[in-house]
């Protein structure tokens, strides 16, 4: 679990493809990676992911078939800087909004406005998605918790002040870049309630027989 608060901007020492995956090292600035331990989550770009080995300033995760088919992963390269959040613990406080690291889908970066000293960003999504973005709600977007400004159809906007440009790799964002969205989870619920679907009927046993 995360909270869409960025830690550090990671950049990737090497990818060693693997049979239908990749291992990526990642090299860090401000988290230590001699605490990082073997099993434990991080987010890269909004993707958890499992520390398979870290120390000497990087860390390694692997990203299977279905994560690089599913997420932007696919498209990084030695160089590429990426968003790093370590798992959440218990008792910290929840700067952004729950952030699981399953990312929804792809999005991508339709037009960057400069607006004083911040800017505006408008990201289109997959129609599927629209439905979990709601103006003045949460997304994640390459693992940043964001408030959504506006909605209109598969597209949203949302505001990042100068503390975000620099402290997240939304300074490289161009137009038509890839980016990794996590809808609110609270909103998947809240439908799959309201729907009923999978919820055994009334009266029905619970235990099936063997």
């Known amino acids: 679990m995360f909270s869409g608060i960025v830690e550090d901007i990671g950049s990737v020492r090497a990818l060693e493809k693997k049979d239908k995956g990749v291992l990526l090292k990642i090299g860090v600035r401000k988290?230590?990676?001699?605490?990082?331990?073997?099993?434990?989550s991080v987010a890269v770009?909004?993707?958890?992911?499992?520390?398979?080995?870290?120390?000497?300033?990087?860390?390694?995760?692997?990203?299977?078939?279905?994560?690089?088919?599913?997420?932007?992963?696919?498209?990084?390269?030695?160089?590429?800087?990426?968003?790093?959040?370590?798992?959440?613990?218990?008792?910290?406080?929840?700067?952004?909004?729950?952030?699981?690291?399953h990312v929804d889908g792809v999005g991508l970066v339709q037009s960057i406005t400069p607006v004083g000293e911040s800017k505006v960003f408008s990201f289109s999504i997959p129609a599927s998605l629209a439905k979990y973005v709601v103006e003045k709600g949460s997304v994640a977007v390459d693992g940043v918790s964001l408030t959504v400004n506006s909605v209109k159809d598969t597209e949203f906007s949302v505001n990042i002040i100068p503390y975000t440009l620099r402290e997240t790799t939304f300074s490289?964002?161009?137009?038509?870049?890839?980016?990794?969205?996590?809808?609110?989870?609270?909103?998947?619920?809240?439908?799959?309630?309201?729907?009923?679907?999978?919820?055994?009927?009334?009266?029905?046993?619970?235990?099936?027989?063997?």
């Open 45 to 101: 770009n909004g993707v958890c992911l499992t520390v398979v080995s870290a120390g000497d300033g990087s860390f390694s995760v692997d990203a299977s078939h279905e994560t690089l088919s599913r997420t932007n992963l696919s498209g990084l390269r030695t160089g590429s800087g990426v968003n790093l959040e370590r798992s959440l613990r218990v008792g910290d406080r929840m700067g952004g909004h729950i952030v699981t690291g």
């Open 172 to 210: 490289e964002f161009r137009r038509g870049r890839e980016v990794n969205i996590e809808c609110d989870i609270i909103g998947k619920y809240v439908e799959k309630m309201l729907s009923g679907a999978n919820v055994p009927a009334e009266g029905s046993p619970v235990r099936k027989k063997l």
């Open 31 to 40: 988290i230590d990676a001699g605490e990082l331990g073997l099993g434990e």
